[in-house]
């Protein structure tokens, strides 16, 4: 890495691919340059950690085993083929080649679609607003395991109710709709008090103990991105690493549990009859959720690769590893489940019924707390957490400033330290509504809301800028230039047609069914419901409205607008459209594609009229969609390529 930075500052070339305008300090060093990953495992483990997250723990299994358990593997399979890993390769190549984050690419890709990119930005800031709220509760967690007796192991606490009941190692003990066990009682009235709250009309005060994991979880993710991939590669090899560790130990530890047997197989006993349901939205939108295209987090961590890196490799290497981690979560989680089924006398279906944090924060714990050495299975497991939990922080957070900083580099270069704090103390204040009493339903209302519809609706609008607006043959030339090979028939038509048709299937599936919010017996007010589809659109309006002000404020006459579309982009004027045709005698554009009458000829007032105002839209159209010529890679002659215009 110290060669390749000094071998830029020697040669301008190099990287034969550079983003934006490169500028240079007072003495004379280039700015706004990329300096790579220092080791290729920094980039894979990069990418694992961000895909591999807390809803690979408790979102999968909950899905699954809903959806018809193994049953659920077909559907989830075939997503991932003809949708999810197409995706992830898209993207893992556009931020290769580019190399620049979600912002700025737009100008190289479409320029009227840059709004994805502040869309992308926003909506990684609502999740930065609760995901590290979560993050900060497993933190709670931790510190409240180093203890002889895990304060959720019993019904003896000043925060029990009557309802509370403790069945494990007790006999004649009677499960009923109102009983509550230690580890419920534990995170619904000591850690998230929500007794002390009554609802969203009145949240209540702040939890200073929160506030205080929140602030150190913050820290922790400010000194792993403050100087880039320098440092947040050297974490990752601990935060990416340490979950799969401690997955292995809970799942031996699972295997050796009486009733894990059931939990197993109540996990993957096939269920035929739900491959006929809805079983298929769910698969396809745990697919994309679960590896992440489409939140700039690949297109920024892509970006620091080397121009020739091996991409498409590593998008099978990376979704490969996250769907078997998902895979192997479900065993980790389901022997417990059976194993309290078998405490507590009653079926699987009866303990799974808990789904989301509840999962981790409920279920788990109580199991883990009637274990011998509970205290050090719970310490590693809210470790695991903690560490799945930063890794996706990093990831998403690193998105969010790479977009930025490339934007606007002439005033950030050289301030990333400034800008990186800036950024986190905006995401700590952005999360003090989910740090009070009734944090835990702001939590529920972003996580639904902020980054659900949203997020599909921008991979779709991606995909479809990328395949239909670039262009296939365009982007199959980039990757070509980089590997040496085009991508198969395989990946263009599920980037042209399966994907984008995926997509648009979970978007109105998503529109269309939409159950009330409902968290630990409190239903949302529908007011709630109202601002959570504000805060959706909150970010998705950044799409249209920078479409309408790149139309509007794009400059020149009707005149300028023809000569530069014409000039720049030929194959993008009108002009040479096989559909429209060129007008001969005047040199503007018929919709019938036949040359203009001349006036002589015309008949009638109408006739005369050329339409001038629609050919003014479709040739500022045209300059608004054409991609900004880039620096071409001197090598990607020697692998045949074609000339691109």
Known sequence: PPQICHQMEKNPSFPPQVAHPTLQNSQGHRMGERCPWSKKMDFLLSVVGFAVDLGNVWRFPYICYQNGGGAFLIPYTLMAVFGGV???YMELALGQFHRTGAIPIWKHICPIFKGIGFAICII?????????????????????SFSGTLPWASCDNPWNTPNCTNYFGRNNVTWTNFSRSPAEEFYTRK???????????NVGGIRWQLLLCLFLIFTIVYFSLWKGVKTSGKVVWVTATLPYLVLLILLVRGATLPGAWRGVLFYLRPDWGKLLSTVWVDAAAQIFFSLGPGFGVLLALASYNHFHNNCYRDALI???????TSFLSGFVIFTVLGYMAEMRDVEVEDVARDKGPSLLFITYPEAIANMVGSTFFAIIFFLMMITLGLDSTFGGLEAVITAVMDEYPQVLAQRRELFVLGLITVCFLGSLSTLTYGGAYVVKLLEEFGAGCSILAVVLLETIAVSWFYGIQRFSHDVKAMLGFTPGLFWKVCWVAISPALLAFIVASSLLEQPPLALFGYQYPAWSTSLGH????SSFICIPVYMVYKLVWTPGSLKQVRATSAQRCPSCHPSFSPVFGTSQSSGLLQPNGRAAAPASRARGPIARMEPIAFLFLLQRLAVCIRPEKTVRDPQAEAVGMEPVL
């Not at 990684?124 to 409240?144: E, P, Q, R």
């Not at 850690?191 to 009309?201: A, D, H, I, P, R």
């Open 318 to 324: 990376t979704s490969a590893v996250n769907c078997l």
């Open 191 to 201: 850690v998230l008090e929500l007794q002390k709250s009554g609802g969203l009309y």
């Open 534 to 537: 504000l805060i959706g659109a």
């Open 124 to 144: 990684g800031l609502y999740v930065s607003f609760y995901y590290n709220t979560i993050i900060a509760w497993a933190l709670y967690y931790f510190y409240s």
């Open 86 to 88: 197409p995706l992830f």
